[in-house]
């Protein structure tokens, strides 16, 4: 991993920003041997920002896509594991990959390789349970903590990764564990003199914590951990990009002939609130509206494109006005039109 100042600087007079990359020191570093890699895909290609959408919706899990490219006779990274699921996606040239066992299995992102360099450096020593060319066309699954490393076999290669995040058990522990703030009998104090540091002086305490922390578990709502998740788990994954300038022109020429479709990759929950409204729950805010508007927008975000003349549930005026509320919130985008 190079350092950013070896291949970014300023972009000269009227350009403020001093962290460019600088084209020739890109053709340098790649001369030299060094791979690029290309991230976030999935927010800046069209072709993958449909792709990767698509495919974290039905994995119900964040996908990210990057692109490496590499020098011939050259590999990016040393033998190392990923926290996440990955799966390879060879686009052009050959490269060579050689897969062997986790020295820890399922690794949490807090478990990165670094922290074992001498355990992967062994493994990597040893016969590969894995050892294949991919051309293009061709794909490989690594699941999180395989050992890995690839090297451009005869001419540069070119692959995608993309990177799969699905939760795990050990984020529902989180959640748990963020809840049992309001359990009185986990915040309870030590008699005072007690050493928690001497095991004899501690079992007794950690025997009566055990206990409490097992009566309280077995009556944990469902309902309050999912939302706890659901705080985390709906930021990981951006809704798709929108263009604001085309947001703000349909706000403004709106009228029921206006088709509207759902802003894709949104992730929202509708509940009902006090005194005849509804919450819309969105994952950095959440909207209040009268429970009129129910039927209207879960018509428009369970559906592909609707006419805003077609919105259920309301009169003519109160549709315009959540038609443009909508929009301003990017909770709905203006259609494509087909």
Not at 70 to 93: C, E, I, K, W
Request: one cysteine or more; aromatic letters at 6%; glycine letters at 8%.
């Amino acid at each position: 991993m190079l350092p950013a100042a070896e291949f970014t600087g300023g972009g000269g007079a009227g350009a403020e920003i001093t962290d460019q990359v600088l084209d020739e020191q890109v053709l340098a570093h790649y001369a030299g041997g060094a791979t690029l890699v290309i991230q976030g895909l999935h927010r800046l290609w069209p072709p993958l920002i449909e792709f990767a959408g698509r495919l974290a919706a039905e994995l119900a899990a964040p996908v990210g896509v990057n692109a490496y490219l590499t020098p011939a006779g050259n590999r990016g990274f040393a033998t190392h594991y990923d926290t996440h699921d990955v799966f390879v996606l060879q686009v052009g040239g050959h490269k060579r990959w050689r897969v062997h066992e986790p020295v820890i299995v399922d690794p949490l992102e807090r478990q990165p390789w670094g922290g074992r360099a001498e355990e992967v450096g062994a493994v990597a020593e040893s016969p590969p349970v894995l050892d294949a060319v991919l051309e293009p066309g061709d794909s490989l699954y690594l699941p999180r903590g395989w050992l890995h490393a690839a090297e451009a076999i005869g001419e540069p290669s070119l692959h995608l990764t993309l990177g799969v995040r699905p939760a795990n058990r050990y984020a529902l522990v989180e959640a748990m564990i963020a809840l049992a703030v309001d359990e009185p009998a986990l915040r309870s104090g030590f008699p005072l003199g007690l050493d928690v540091t001497d095991s004899d002086q501690l079992a007794p305490e950690l025997a009566a914590t055990t206990d409490a922390l097992r009566g309280w578990l077995a009556d944990i709502d469902p309902d309050a951990v999912a939302a706890q998740v659901r705080r985390r788990e709906w930021r990981t994954t951006r809704p798709a990009p929108i263009r604001p300038l085309a947001q703000t022109a349909a706000v403004a020429t709106l009228d029921a002939d206006t088709v509207l479709a759902p802003r894709r990759g949104l992730r929202w929950r509708m509940t009902a609130a006090a005194s005849g409204r509804i919450s819309l729950q969105l994952p950095d805010r959440t909207l209040t509206l009268p429970s009129t508007c129910e039927p209207a927008i879960r018509a428009l975000l369970a559906g592909s494109r609707i006419r805003v003349g077609d919105l259920p549930g309301l009169a003519a005026d109160d549709r315009l006005t959540l038609a443009r509320r909508l929009l301003r919130e990017a909770v709905a985008v203006p259609a494509e039109k087909s």
